[in-house]
Every structure is written in structure tokens, then in C-alpha cells.
């Protein structure tokens, strides 16, 4: 595991460094942004992956862990896909089975590298709403890095913006996601604007700012 250059990363109060490798795997689940199998596994043995952390050497799913799987196939509706190998999926499929093996793993912490890649409009709604309610549900913090602004403004609490791997400025997203923040990080001559139910959307000139 990976230590900060500086200060110190705490999980539950406990420092990072401290926690064995399964302790670790049984509180975060990762989903970085390509992820890909040399192996064709089916997309039920991908999803039950995620209870690896709890099961001993050879230790078969058990009653629990096939539940948090089935619970895990619903909310991310991947049942039509459950038989079929992973390497036969399209991108956006397989997005959705890795997503499916974190929600399966039942974790405290959800960290998530662009999880709405590869998916038309339709299904990156419907997968925040599903994280959305998730962590509602569950008490799950989900950290996502996302690069679209309409989605993190719609479904996020909270929002941080970096510029240069430094932090500009954080907070709910009315107020980090504004047309100054935009520009001043962005470097581009964009506008925002909200509409009467708050939903924000940026207008965009290709005039870079000097």
C-alpha cells in the first residue's frame, strides 16, 4: 500500500498503515477507469469477486455473500448479462459488471475513477441514481473523480476542483461549480447557467482565455 509524501490518511480514525491487506479490501472498493480481464470469466464469477475479502484459501460463497452478489446484480440490472463472458461484453457493459463487484463487496468506502465511461446519457443517470441511493441506503461514502460537471453537479454533496494536482476550491456544488471557478480553472470562456429547478449547464466558446 502506498503512503502519503506528507501528513497522514485515516479510515474510520485508524491510519491506512495499520490496516492488513484483507482489513483494507473489506472497507474500500476501487474502480479504476480501464480495467480489463486476460481471462474470460463469466460475469457472475467477475460480480463474486467482490466477497474475495471475506472468504478464506478455497472457502466457497456463502449464504451472505450470494446475497450482497444477487443484491448486486439488481441494482446495477446486469441479470440479462450474468452467464456471458466478460471479455465478450461492450465497454459500457463491462463498466457495469466492475461496478456491480464493488456494490457487491459491501464496502464503508466506494472510490470510483470515471464511472459513468462509456455509457450513453441514459445509463450514467441511472447509475448515480443507483449509487445516489446506495449510499443512502447503505451509509456508503462514494468518492468519485469525474470530469462532468453536469453529473457531479446533479448527484454530488460535496465537490472538489484541482488545478495542477492542487486543490482550488471544495464544497456543495452551487458553490465551487461557478462560471469565475470554471474559467479561472479551465482556461476556456465558458458560462453556466441554472435553470429554475437548479440544474446547471455550461455554455462553451472555443475561444481559448488567455
Known amino acids: 500500500m502506498y503512503s502519503p509524501t506528507t501528513g497522514s490518511i485515516r479510515l474510520n ?9 484483507r482489513e483494507f479490501s473489506r472497507q474500500v472498493a476501487v474502480i479504476p477507469a480501464d480495467n480489463y480481464f486476460t481471462f474470460p470469466f463469466s460475469v457472475s464469477e467477475v460480480v463474486q ?19 450482497w452478489t444477487l443484491r448486486a446484480r439488481k441494482l446495477t440490472n446486469i441479470s440479462a448479462l450474468w452467464d456471458r463472458s466478460i471479455s465478450a461484453l461492450s465497454s459500457g457493459e463491462r463498466q457495469r459488471v466492475l461496478i456491480a463487484r464493488a456494490l457487491a463487496q459491501n464496502p464503508s468506502v466506494l472510490i470510483f475513477d470515471e464511472p459513468s465511461s462509456h455509457l450513453d446519457i441514459n445509463h450514467q443517470i441511472e447509475i ?6 446506495f449510499s443512502e441506503k447503505y451509509g456508503t461514502t462514494i468518492l ?45 470562456d465558458v458560462q453556466l447557467h441554472r435553470g429554475p429547478d437548479g440544474a446547471a449547464s455550461l455554455n462553451f466558446q472555443l475561444d481559448i482565455l488567455d
Do not use: W
Open 49 to 67: 469477486m467482490g466477497r474475495y475479502p471475506y472468504l478464506g484459501r478455497l472457502q466457497r460463497l456463502r449464504g451472505r455473500d450470494l446475497e
Open 128 to 133: 448515480f441514481r443507483m449509487l445516489k441511493n
Open 13 to 21: 480514525g485508524i491510519d491506512l498503515s495499520e490496516y492488513t491487506t
Open 144 to 188: 468519485v473523480v469525474l470530469h462532468d460537471l453536469t453529473l457531479a453537479d446533479a448527484f454530488c454533496e460535496e465537490v472538489a476542483i484541482l488545478k495542477s494536482g492542487k486543490l482550488v476550491k471544495s464544497g456543495p456544488p452551487k458553490k465551487v461549480i461557478t462560471t469565475k471557478i470554471l474559467r479561472s480553472v479551465f482556461q476556456a
